[in-house]
């Protein structure tokens, strides 16, 4: 071909890149689309999240990872092209935050205990005085007065020292057995002060919601029981079990379980309220209810200083319903103590997915939760939903069902202590709106923390063991934040944190010990100076 023709054709060919030049060029095409594609997937959440960029960023301060994955997911219903799209990352990012128990989780010592508790006590004012299981008795003798040389107060201030004036029982008649649900109900519509009304062994469907007619006194409660728990269960068919209205009633030793078929149908097996002062729950066995105690109000009367202790309070599967799914839920009551117990597995796969152990809420006072296990999930952590263990203030309460009618804060002066609380999804201990609250001496094992959230919450958070954070939103205040130990793996101070098994491997230096909480998880009363954390859990398991 001659020069002329070779200028008159096409361009001479450019030389061909090397394999290695076109995947390093298509890697970096790759990752900008992806950088933009990223972009615009912040942007659509950020959109979904109804968040500027500046919001975003204080949103990533205070909450939790998980909390925004949640809500996330709750912002995407009824949007289903960008639900196939972004349900996957969220899912994968979901399970990058969140782990799994690791096998069978350690008794610990609470909840229901076989060999029943010592007499029931009641001190000068008429409040419940929390009891020992009968083989635990100290070296104060019978009534469980003495334990590690001094005497059991752990459910009231120290000063009180849990004993005064006409605190025992009077001698009272033998018990009435009842034979069959019908004889129940007869026996509780006619029950009169220092009845005590056994139930005899068996399994009995209650007939429908049973009343209290009538009340017992401080020195003559009336007590409905089994002789020996995991005797006697009472199966519920109905809304509610129990709707006790009347003061000094005793539950002790019986296991309750709904029955009903759809999850809402089943929602309370004891509902406490207005004029039932002085209630006591005691080593009862609840499973399958919404709510399992409810105790609220009632025409300008509260149920005031009642006692749930060593009770197990528990789920066999998700509650598919509507309703509210807290295991104890208590609006506008005071000076109730929840001691003893374990509370697990309580997940809501109906409604809006969040449910709580126990809280206390709709401005009462002096509430005191201590010495509890409670564990969101004690298998399957991943569960969809919001679990939370403990809260002061849940979800918040209307005016009309608050105390005060105003609800300008949901519980004042309340004590969260010495409570063992693990594998939430959420916050393992919730603040809100919660008045002057004291967080001590709790261990929180794979929760996403402490939180204080929606002004007034206000409250001192002292000397906790935890593997996440404290977080506090705006317009909260933390009045101390002393010694508390944080990590980001209790393995190394823990034998076997996810198990439960608390004994220390190393344990931390001591810090000053809050003089509201004087006795450690096991109750053994604390020195001055006390290592952080509930106590050494293991050794209460007896």
């Not at 919001?55 to 205070?62: I, Y």
């Not at 000094?248 to 019986?254: H, M, S």
């Not at 209790?490 to 809050?514: K, N, V, Y």
Request: charged share 20%; net charge positive; proline share 7%.
């Amino acid at each position: 071909m001659s020069r002329r023709g070779a200028a008159r054709g096409a361009p001479p060919a450019r030389p061909r890149r090397s394999f290695g030049s076109r995947v390093l060029r298509w890697s970096l095409v790759l990752l900008v689309l992806g950088l933009l594609a990223g972009a615009g997937a912040a942007f659509v959440g950020l959109s979904l999240l109804r968040y500027s960029p500046g919001q975003a960023m204080q949103a990533l301060e205070e909450r939790s990872p998980v909390e925004m994955i949640g809500h996330a997911f709750r912002r995407l219903e009824g949007h289903p092209r960008l639900e196939r799209v972004l349900h996957p990352p969220l899912i994968w990012l979901y399970g990058r935050f969140v782990r799994e128990t690791s096998g069978a989780l350690r008794d610990l010592g609470k909840g229901v205990r076989p060999q029943g508790l010592l007499a029931q006590r009641y001190d000068e004012r008429g409040a419940p005085v929390p009891s020992w299981p009968a083989v635990e008795a100290g070296p104060g003798g019978a009534g469980g007065a003495g334990v590690a040389g001094g005497a059991f107060a752990a459910g009231a201030p120290p000063s009180a020292g849990g004993v005064g004036p006409g605190a025992g029982l009077r001698a009272g008649p033998a018990a009435r057995v009842l034979l069959n649900a019908a004889d129940i109900a007869d026996a509780m519509a006619a029950a009169q002060p220092g009845d005590v009304l056994e139930i005899a062994p068996g399994r009995h469907a209650l007939p429908g919601t049973l009343y209290t007619r009538s009340g017992g006194r401080v020195d003559a409660p009336i007590t409905l029981r089994a002789a020996k728990a995991g005797t006697v269960t009472l199966e519920v068919y109905s809304d509610e079990g129990v709707l006790v209205a009347h003061p000094y009633w005793i539950f002790e030793n019986l296991a309750w379980r709904g029955v009903c078929r759809a999850d809402d149908e089943c929602e309370h097996a004891l509902h406490i309220v207005g004029a039932a002062r002085g209630t006591v729950v005691r080593n009862n066995h609840f499973a399958d209810f919404s709510a399992h105690l409810k105790i609220n109000g009632h025409s300008g009367q509260f149920p005031d200083d009642g006692l749930l202790q060593y009770s197990t309070l528990a789920n066999t599967r998700p509650r598919a319903g509507r309703l509210p799914v807290a295991l104890v839920d208590l609006v506008g009551a005071s000076g109730w103590q929840l001691l003893d117990n374990r509370v697990e597995g309580f997940v809501k796969s109906g409604g809006d997915g969040v449910s709580y152990g126990m809280f206390m809420k709709g401005a009462g006072r002096g509430g005191r939760i201590e010495r509890n296990v409670v564990v969101c999930t004690p298998q399957a952590v991943k569960q969809p939903g919001l679990r939370l263990g403990i809260s002061i203030g849940d979800g918040g309460t209307g005016a009309p069902y608050c105390r005060d009618k105003r609800c300008e804060f949901e519980h004042d002066a309340a004590i969260v202590a010495n409570n063992v609380v693990a594998h939430c999804n959420d916050a393992g201990i919730d603040i809100s709106k919660g008045r002057a609250a004291l967080v001590a001496h709790n261990t929180l094992v794979n929760t996403q923390g402490i939180l204080l959230r929606n002004p007034p919450a206000d409250a001192r958070v002292l000397n906790n063991v935890l593997d996440s954070r404290l977080r506090r939103r705006a317009g909260t205040t933390v009045t101390a934040d002393d010694d508390n130990r944080r990590t980001g793996n209790l393995s190394s101070w823990l034998a076997d944190a996810d198990a439960l098994d608390l004994r220390w491997r190393e344990a931390p230096g001591p810090a000053a010990t809050p003089a509201e909480v004087p006795l450690d998880f096991c109750g053994r009363r604390r020195a001055p100076q006390s290592e952080p954390g509930a106590g050494a859990a293991a050794a209460c398991a007896r």
